[in-house]
C-alpha cells in the first residue's frame, strides 16, 4: 500500500503543486496539508480520495504559489496594541518617547498578516484535475509494488506445497515406525500368548487414527489453492489473504502436533517460517 503520486499546475502567474504520500496501515488515516484558500474544500477532498485511496496511511500536500501582489498584508491592531503596553514601561526606563517606540512595534513579528486571495473556479478545477493525476501516479505505483508482492506470496505458496508434498511422502513410513515400536515395546514387558492380538488391532487402529495426518494435508491443499485464486482474481485481496493465513497457520499446527516423527518436525518448522512471511506480506496488500 506504499505510493508517491505527484502532479503539477501553471496558469495565469499560479503555480501549483500535489503530493501524495502513502504507507501502510489498516484503515485509511487521511492527512491534509492545505493553503488558507483551500481549507473549505477540505471535506470535498477527503470524499474523492477516499474511495480511490481505500487503505493506508495518506498524507496529501498541496502547495499553491499565487502571482506577486495577489496576497493583501494588512494590519493586525491588537498584537500592535499588545505590543505597545508591553514596551511602553521598557521604553520609558530606557528613555525612548512614545514617537520611537510606534515605528520600533511596527517592524515586529506578526504585526501583518496576510490575507490570502478568494477562491475562484478556475482554481478549484486545477485543484481536482491535480489531485486525480496525482492518484493515478501513487495507483500505478501501488500496482508495481503489487506485482513484487504477489511475486512474493506465490514463491511462499509454493515452498510451503513443497514442503506438504515431503510430508506427505513422509507420513506412511511414520506410521508403520509406530507400530513396528508399539509392538516391540508389547513383547518387552509380556510374552506373546497373554497378548489379546484383537484388542492390540483395534488399539493400534486408534492410535493410527490419531496420528493419521491426511486430512489436514488435504485441507492444507485446499488453502493453498484458495490464496491462488485470491492473488489472480481478487483487486484487493489484503484481508483475505490474512484470514487464508490464519487457516493455514491451523492446519500446520496440527501437523506439528500430530507429526510424532523428527522429520516432519523439521518440514513443519519451515513451514511456519514461510507461512510468517506471508502474514507479513499480506499487511502490505490492499
Not at 503543486?17 to 493553503?35: C, F, G, I, Q, S
Not at 480520495?49 to 494588512?74: F, H, I, M, N
Not at 493586525?76 to 520600533?104: F, I, K
Not at 515400536?181 to 486408534?206: F, G, I, K, S
Request: proline share 5%; net charge negative; aromatic share 4%.
Amino acid at each position: 500500500m506504499t505510493g508517491f503520486g505527484r502532479a503539477r499546475r501553471e496558469w495565469e502567474g499560479h503555480h501549483l503543486t500535489v503530493e501524495l504520500r502513502a504507507l501502510n496501515n489498516k484503515y485509511l488515516d487521511l492527512m491534509l496539508r492545505l493553503p488558507q484558500v483551500l481549507r473549505m474544500r477540505e471535506m470535498e477532498l477527503r470524499r474523492m480520495l477516499s474511495p480511490e485511496l481505500k487503505r493506508g496511511k495518506v498524507d496529501l500536500t498541496v502547495t499553491l504559489v499565487a502571482p506577486q501582489g495577489e496576497e493583501r498584508q494588512v494590519l493586525n491592531p491588537q498584537v500592535v496594541r499588545d505590543y505597545h503596553t508591553a514596551l511602553s514601561p521598557l521604553a520609558a526606563e530606557l528613555g525612548h518617547t512614545q514617537a520611537d517606540l510606534l515605528p520600533m512595534v511596527l517592524k515586529l513579528p506578526g504585526v501583518t498578516q496576510s490575507v490570502p486571495p478568494e477562491e475562484d473556479p478556475e482554481l478549484w478545477e486545477q485543484v481536482q484535475a491535480a489531485v486525480a493525476e496525482a492518484c493515478s501516479q501513487l495507483e500505478v505505483f501501488r500496482a508495481r509494488e503489487g506485482e513484487s508482492l504477489r511475486a512474493d506470496l506465490l514463491e511462499r505458496a509454493d515452498a510451503i506445497e513443497t514442503l506438504r508434498a515431503e510430508v506427505l511422502e513422509r507420513a506412511p513410513e511414520r506410521l508403520q515406525r509406530n507400530r513396528e515400536r508399539m509392538e516391540a515395546a508389547l513383547a518387552e514387558n509380556d510374552t506373546p500368548e497373554n497378548v489379546d492380538r484383537n484388542r492390540l488391532e483395534q488399539e493400534l487402529v486408534y492410535w493410527m487414527d490419531k496420528l493419521d495426518v491426511n486430512e489436514e494435508l488435504v485441507r492444507l491443499q485446499h488453502h493453498l489453492t484458495y490464496l491462488r485464486e485470491v492473488l489472480d482474481g481478487d483487486p484487493a485481496p489484503g484481508k483475505k489473504l490474512g484470514f487464508i493465513g490464519q487457516e493455514i497457520g491451523r492446519e500446520v499446527n496440527t501437523l506439528g502436533s500430530k507429526a510424532n516423527d523428527a522429520g516432519i518436525q523439521r518440514l513443519v518448522v519451515r513451514m511456519k517460517d514461510e507461512l510468517e512471511k506471508i502474514k507479513e506480506q499480506a499487511l502490505n496488500v490492499l
